[in-house]
């Protein structure tokens, strides 16, 4: 068995021509057949993804199986070729943009999902309110969002075409929130210049403003403190702070 890549409570490995992503056992069992409800449902938007083969248990552990896509993340790609850095994160865009062009009815509210992880947040009474007011007043799409696009979840295989991976976050929303998350992501993972680039090159592509991203940031930031990544939250604190002072 071929170890790709260990998260918290998930190992993903290969098995021959398809690649499981296999959950500890004391993960949500709702959790896992979300995953594999939103996969099929991104799947017959006729994004490029990995074709969901299966959901089984093995031992006592979930699985979701799909088919291996042989090739190198962006990640791996930049980092190999610093240099076309630039020209990396321009492709990660048009697909994000690519994404955003689809429809997917049955998927997830993204705005439903925000107010619950709200509601979850440690933040007081008062912040809580003024998260849920904002997000309240910020207008409804129905765009797919893959929910946390990053330069590893985009694989180029060796003849130039692209998949785009893990679709555990997935809803159906409003654009700019999607490259809010993608925006702290990469102030997470590579810092606030990185980060600037991206939202910069979003915005130019999509002819977005940047304010309007910029709005949302607060919110995502909240519903994503309550994940598990202690080492994240006091920077996603940070960004929720700016509430305070709009």
Known sequence: MEILEKRPKKVIYRDGDYAVKSFNADYSISDVLNEALNQARVEETGL???????????DDKWEIVMEYIEGKTLKQLIAENPDKEDEY?????DI???????????????KDKMNRKISETSFDAT?????????????????VCHGDLGLSDVIITNDGNYYILDWAHA???????DAARTFLKFNLAYGEERAQKYLNLFCKKSDIAKQYVQRWVPIVAASQSVKGHEEERDLLKKWVDVVEYD
């Open 127 to 143: 912040t809580r309110y003024e998260l849920h007011v904002r997000l309240d007043s910020m207008p409804k799409h129905d765009k």
């Open 96 to 110: 994000q943009t690519e994404i955003h062009s689809k429809k997917s009815p049955l998927l997830n509210k993204l």
């Open 171 to 177: 809803t159906q929303g409003n654009a700019s929130a």
């Open 89 to 93: 994160l321009e492709k990660l865009v």
């Open 48 to 58: 490029p993804i990995p074709k969901l083969v299966e959901v089984r248990k093995k």
